[in-house]
């Protein structure tokens, strides 16, 4: 019996795929192809501050491996600290990726925890939304906050499970619950994936998709960890569609009663 793809769906368009990934911190370009490709990744995210797609034609660029004919592109704001900043660094990327609308916006607080600095995240989405963009915005794992960034018209939500390269999983599990009930667009997870497990944990929550790098680009083995965070991905999407079965605080015998042999 054939089912119909599970597909997720963004701004329009659909990737069966539901594991974003990253495109820093690997040893060089070509690790982070061989990644990606083990990863099953359609959506690769790119730090504009960080990583040449076109701004220094003198060096190696990250689009000749990973080329936008094949992938669909995520710039995003990783290192900008206001909303004027994060609006003008999408604005480049929009130039140097030929028009393209889809973007991640991630406003930071500080250097030392990343959290996201709702304020100026909220100012930043607005602003980017009246711009034409279609946006995917990373923020805290607040249900209010979640609220008022679809309401202003994001495309998706990406609470963060813990803080951004501490592989700590999900910290607040509830939280995320909440997100993604009350949620009218895609919820992924952004920021403190440690590994496949949490990635798993993630999925079956209900979450839409996972978005991580330095889980697979710090592992002893990123192309290795890729292919475990794939399939994680994967096992907690079907565990989700699938309905675990109830909690309960007895036993509950696998073997029916009735019906035994003397």
Same mark, same amino acid.
């Given at each position: 019996? !054939?089912?119909?793809?599970?597909?997720?769906?963004?701004?329009?368009?659909?990737?069966?795929?539901?594991? @974003?990934?990253?495109?820093?911190?690997?040893?060089?370009?070509?690790?982070?192809?061989?990644?990606? =490709?083990?990863?099953?990744?359609?959506?690769?995210?790119? *730090?504009?501050?960080?990583?040449?797609?076109?701004?220094?034609?003198?060096?190696?660029?990250?689009?000749?491996?990973?080329?936008?004919?094949?992938?669909?592109?995520?710039?995003?704001?990783?290192?900008?600290?206001?909303?004027?900043?994060?609006?003008?660094?999408?604005?480049?990327?929009?130039?140097?990726?030929?028009?393209?609308?889809?973007?991640?916006?991630?406003?930071?607080?500080?250097?030392?925890? @990343?959290?996201?600095?709702?304020?100026?995240? @909220?100012?930043? *989405?607005?602003?980017?939304?009246?711009?034409?963009?279609?946006?995917?915005?990373?923020?805290?794992?607040?249900?209010?906050?979640?609220?008022?960034?679809?309401?202003?018209?994001?495309?998706?939500?990406?609470? @963060? *499970?813990?803080?951004?390269?501490?592989?700590?999983?999900?910290?607040?599990?509830?939280?995320?619950?909440?997100?993604?009930?009350? $949620? !009218?667009?895609?919820?992924?997870?952004?920021?403190?994936?440690?590994?496949?497990?949490?990635?798993?944990?993630?999925?079956?929550?209900?979450? =839409?998709?996972?978005?991580?790098?330095?889980?697979? *680009?710090?592992?002893?083995?990123?192309?290795?960890?890729?292919?475990?965070?794939?399939? $994680?991905?994967?096992?907690?999407?079907?565990?989700?569609? $699938?309905?675990?079965?109830?909690?309960?605080?007895?036993?509950?015998?696998?073997?029916?009663?009735?019906?035994?042999?003397?």
């Amino acid at each position: 019996m !054939n089912t119909p793809q599970d597909l997720l769906s963004i701004a329009g368009k659909t990737y069966s795929s539901r594991l @974003l990934v990253g495109s820093g911190k690997y040893r060089d370009l070509a690790q982070t192809r061989e990644a990606t =490709d083990a990863a099953g990744a359609e959506i690769i995210t790119v *730090a504009i501050r960080r990583v040449n797609i076109g701004q220094d034609p003198k060096a190696p660029n990250l689009l000749d491996v990973l080329p936008p004919s094949e992938y669909t592109i995520l710039p995003n704001t990783a290192g900008c600290y206001t909303a004027k900043d994060a609006v003008y660094t999408l604005q480049m990327a929009r130039e140097l990726l030929g028009g393209r609308k889809l973007v991640k916006l991630e406003v930071l607080g500080d250097e030392k925890t @990343l959290f996201p600095h709702m304020p100026e995240t @909220l100012i930043a *989405a607005e602003a980017l939304v009246k711009d034409g963009f279609d946006v995917m915005v990373y923020c805290s794992d607040d249900p209010i906050q979640a609220k008022l960034l679809e309401q202003i018209g994001c495309v998706a939500v990406m609470p @963060l *499970a813990s803080l951004i390269g501490s592989g700590m999983g999900i910290l607040n599990p509830w939280n995320l619950s909440l997100i993604i009930e009350q $949620a !009218n667009v895609p919820v992924l997870v952004d920021a403190g994936v440690g590994t496949a497990s949490d990635a798993a944990i993630a999925m079956e929550l209900g979450c =839409d998709g996972v978005l991580m790098n330095t889980a697979i *680009a710090g592992a002893r083995e990123p192309v290795r960890m890729a292919r475990a965070m794939r399939l $994680a991905v994967q096992a907690g999407r079907e565990a989700f569609l $699938a309905g675990r079965m109830p909690k309960r605080f007895a036993a509950s015998p696998s073997s029916p009663m009735a019906g035994r042999l003397a």
